[in-house]
């Protein structure tokens, strides 16, 4: 089976930086998915690496190291409407994504 | 709108009852997916299909059924429902299988 692991919560200032990490091990890898999910709403997409090195867009960033089974995500000047779950997701060697549990951000004002 | 819609919203549904939960998307994806999402769980697999006519099954398939007749809709059923079954179901879609999956937007399903 597929194995994905990120916090379970994180709590941040609003204006900070947070950093979420994911490990994972998986059958094959085709690629590492970041989603973001308000409470009661669908996930949205928000990233995706298949190399390693990072991918900037705009306030979010997204890290992969495939050596290490590592991503992380970063929010950078958190605003209240960031608090929301966010996913990783990694699609394996028969191209199907497996989901983390989530991490749950509350950004504080 | 472009997009993917799910219904009905949320269900309320005796157990060993019938169900059937729609999805239909009007992007022209050719994959669909389904998942359940339980609280400490996440999102898990349920059944998918790369493009119509086809189906496969994912992480959590039993007792789950789907059908894939055309390209646009992709229902998924309940033959007899059970408790365990209670839970948030989202309907993805994807250009192919190497691209980003769009959600809609959930149906909320107990089984009593």
């Known amino acids: 089976g597929q194995n994905i692991d990120q916090p379970t919560e994180m709590t941040a200032t609003e204006g900070a930086i947070v950093q979420i990490n994911c490990t994972y091990q998986t059958s094959g890898f085709n690629g590492l998915f970041w989603y973001q999910q308000h409470a009661g709403e669908a996930p949205t997409f928000l990233s995706y690496?298949?190399?390693?090195g990072l991918e900037e867009k705009g306030r979010f960033s997204s890290f992969l190291s495939r050596s290490k089974g590592y991503s992380y995500l970063l929010l950078k000047e958190l605003q209240m409407k960031d608090s929301a779950s966010y996913l990783c997701a990694v699609r394996d060697g028969d191209y199907k994504l497996s989901f983390g549990a989530g991490t749950t951000v509350t950004v504080r004002a | 709108i472009a997009g993917i819609t799910q219904a009905p919203t949320s269900q309320i549904l005796a157990a060993g009852r019938r169900m059937t939960l729609r999805c239909t998307q009007d992007m022209r994806h050719n994959a669909m997916y389904w998942y359940r999402q339980d609280l400490g769980l996440g999102l898990r697999l349920i059944h998918y299909s790369n493009t119509a006519g086809t189906t496969g099954k994912g992480e959590v398939p039993d007792g789950y059924s789907v059908s894939r007749a055309n390209t646009d809709d992709f229902p998924l059923t309940l033959a007899s429902a059970v408790p365990s079954q209670t839970s948030v179901y989202f309907c993805a879609s994807s250009e192919g299988t190497l691209n980003e999956q769009f959600f809609g937007p959930g149906t909320r399903l107990t089984v009593l």
């Open positions: 690496n298949v190399l390693d």
